[in-house]
């Protein structure tokens, strides 16, 4: 009975790392998580452990835990996680130790607060989970670790904040052929060596689903052919916004780019701003610039017609804007890319500058009778100038603007 | 042409200050004693890389470390540099001499 419940565990159990040293590739993740963990005195008293899934970084959790001595309290995206579960679960487990510390001949030192996909916190049903969690943090007494698949949305940022960041990349796959190769030992799979790598390229770095597809496809005749692996269904990821500019503009071919962009799901208005605010370092030659720009404003007329219905016409702006990717591709030179675009930068750095000169011309408007639009454009040139000359103008009085906002006018750069 | 660098520690010109802070900043560290950089956090060692690109004004690529045999070795004989998101970036990889030889693949297997 029990050989049997064995033999019909998946792999991924089965095989899964007991010591820190097993956890498959990302090591230098794998070192700076364990000085944090080790280190008592921490600078920040969380970690946001993040990456691609199936990465290990949930098993690297268990692994140190259980080679450290710490009980896990995990909550997973399987948990509701509002504030008021959070308070009910974490709260006791960050303040307390543990009854198992007391045992005798007990190694544990203590607990760790374990929240896994902590980017799946959201909706109703998790409301004020991240502040609850960040008031944790701040006073928990023992160590809190996170995972998190994408760090980069909004509602992590002033969770970011207050950790220690831990990046893990994908799975290099020598190292997840590597892998299969000792599992196939192990299970006594006579595998091809082509079929293992054909099963690592398609996981495209992970891991879980590398080991997933070798049982399903080798544990019934205990053979592994690289005709067996033609039914792989191959995987799709996402690319991001930095991987995908740093891909587009190191491309080889038009045909490289065009795949590069089906994967990718970066934002198009976002992609086509980031490659027109590089194209200048990409491209030093004049020539090649123009052209370059010819193509992208093209894929522009092409989002434009776009909008948000006529999504048959996305591989024409997709060709547009691989075309410009690949107007010299021997003239390549690694650059530092710009991004995000610099002109939602330019926006973001001058918004309370253009909230300031908004209430300016809507004081200007209730005492005129015009418009915003037309006291900006008509009233505010002249009343800048005859602030210039007379600072102390009745005219500011009259208006009712702030010492800040007759500053703002009398400094003004432009109109 | 391209450069070879260890990240273990590799040599820079003089930088001015703003280009050594920004470097700091990315994720290096800077040894006085040994004048060598090396690398320590990760999280944005894309951007540490194109950085040092233009500070060499020439392509950068940094030697992987083979898992199996310990070696220091180029991603440019790897076959799957194609498909890898991470080529050229200082990570644990095993090297193709070593991928293929069953040998001493057992032999790595019997460490444990």
Known sequence: ?415 | MTIVLNSKGFKLPRLEREKFVNLMHLGLDYSRDTMLFSIKSYNNIEQVIDTVSSILGDEVVFLQNCIRCGKAFPCKGCSYIEMCTTKNLPFSCVCPQCLRDRKNFEEYLTKF
């Open chain 1, 1 to 415: 009975m029990q050989t049997q419940s064995k033999m019909q565990l998946l792999w991924v159990e089965k095989y899964r790392p007991r010591k820190i040293e097993d956890v498959t590739g990302n090591d230098e993740a794998k070192a700076l998580f364990i000085e944090w963990l080790k280190n008592k005195r921490h600078t920040k008293k969380a970690v946001l452990l993040y990456g691609p899934p199936g990465v290990g970084k949930t098993t690297l959790v268990m692994a140190a835990a259980r080679e450290f001595g710490f009980g896990v309290v995990e909550m997973n995206a399987s948990d509701t996680r509002s504030e008021k579960a959070i308070n009910a679960v974490a709260k006791p487990a960050t303040s307390y130790t543990s009854l198992d510390s007391f045992a005798e001949g007990a190694k544990s030192l203590g607990n760790v607060l374990f929240l896994d996909e902590v980017d799946g916190i959201a909706g109703n049903e998790d409301r004020g989970g991240v502040n609850a969690i960040i008031k944790i943090v701040e006073q928990s007494l023992v160590p809190v670790i996170m995972a998190a698949n994408d760090p980069d949305i909004d509602k992590l940022r002033p969770l970011k904040k207050v950790c220690l960041l831990v990046r893990f990349q994908q799975v290099r796959i020598p190292l997840i052929i590597a892998l299969l190769q000792k599992i196939c030992l192990l299970e006594h799979v006579k595998a091809e060596f082509e079929a293992l790598e054909r099963i690592a390229q398609n996981s495209r770095g992970d891991v879980r689903s590398a080991i997933n597809d070798l049982q399903s496809l080798s544990e019934e005749n205990n053979s592994l052919t690289l005709q067996d692996t033609m039914m792989l269904s191959s995987r799709n990821k996402d690319v991001s916004m930095d991987e995908t500019l740093r891909r587009y503009f190191s491309a080889q071919s038009i045909v490289e780019t065009s795949s590069l962009l089906l994967f990718s799901s970066v934002d198009y208005d976002d992609l086509l701003l980031s490659v027109a605010d590089n194209l200048p370092k990409r491209y030093t030659d004049a020539t090649e610039l123009a052209k370059a720009f010819d193509y992208v404003s093209r894929a522009d007329l092409f989002r434009g017609r776009i909008g948000t219905e006529n999504w048959h016409l996305l591989k024409y702006f997709n060709n547009a804007l691989a075309e410009a990717s690949a107007v010299n591709p021997e003239s390549y030179k690694p650059f530092t890319l710009i991004t995000p675009p610099i002109r939602i930068m330019t926006l973001f750095w001058t918004k309370p500058k253009r909230s300031l000169l908004q209430a300016i011309c809507a004081k200007i408007g209730a005492k005129c009778h015009v418009s915003v639009e037309r006291a900006r454009e008509a009233y505010v040139p002249y009343i800048r100038l005859m602030l210039i000359k007379k600072p102390r103008n009745p005219l500011a009085a009259y208006f009712e603007f702030t010492p800040e906002e007759v500053d703002y006018l009398t400094k003004m750069g432009r109109y």
